[in-house]
């Protein structure tokens, strides 16, 4: 993991400027600056466009009850994409624009989905089920039942004791009544 980090980190920022330095010197600067900054809003409004369709496919998905695990993995390479567009650099536009393509990213995300779909079955999937007991072992996935007894718990399961009590305020809510009359009372 610490050579992935190392290459990330250093490698891929001394290639960047290496193939910066290298456009820019045979179409000029600002043009090679011109570049990054185009490839950068056109990735981020193909970014927005490809993952809106993807939201919609995954949501296709739900309403007839499937599993949307490969829209979701293209969602998370659209994701990456967009950070490795935004990335200055043409080699990092590269690999953004890899990702953000249909045609790589779809076979792509299909070949990442199944790899996931092995290393869960691999690891024993998800054991226990849910909740504390487990579908799988036969007990509630709310816990256990707080009105039994437990054994190893011979004082009782789940008790919280406390006090409450309220105490009215003598002014609160009192309303004053005052007669009509056109005298004052006092004068």
């Known amino acids: 993991m610490f050579f992935v980090f ?3 980190f250093i490698l891929v920022p001394v290639v960047e400027l290496n193939v910066l330095i290298k456009v820019g010197e045979s179409l000029g600067s600002w043009t090679t600056v011109g570049l990054v900054f185009f490839t950068a809003i056109v990735g981020v409004s193909l970014v927005r466009s490809q993952g809106i369709s993807t939201l919609m496919q995954v949501q296709q998905k739900l309403a007839r009850g499937e599993a949307p695990g490969q829209e979701i993995v293209e969602g998370m390479m ?3 994409a967009g950070l490795l567009l935004l990335i200055p650099g043409f080699v990092t536009d590269f690999i953004g624009l890899v990702l953000l393509t249909p ?4 076979p792509v995300a ?3 989905y199944k790899r996931m779909q092995v290393k869960v079955a691999a690891n024993g999937g998800f ?5 504390p007991g487990g579908f799988s072992r036969g007990g509630s996935p709310f ?3 707080p009105f039994k007894r437990d054994s190893q718990n011979p004082e009782g399961g789940d008790t919280f004791d406390g006090d409450f009590e309220h105490k009215r305020d003598p002014n609160e809510h009192r309303v004053e009544h005052k007669e009509d009359s056109k005298e004052d009372p006092k004068s």
């Open 78 to 80: 659209l994701a990456v």
């Open 143 to 145: 816990g256990n039942d």
């Open 6 to 8: 190392i290459v990330i």
């Open 110 to 112: 299909g070949f990442l």
């Open 103 to 106: 045609f790589t990213r779809i």
């Open 127 to 131: 054991q226990g089920g849910f909740g």
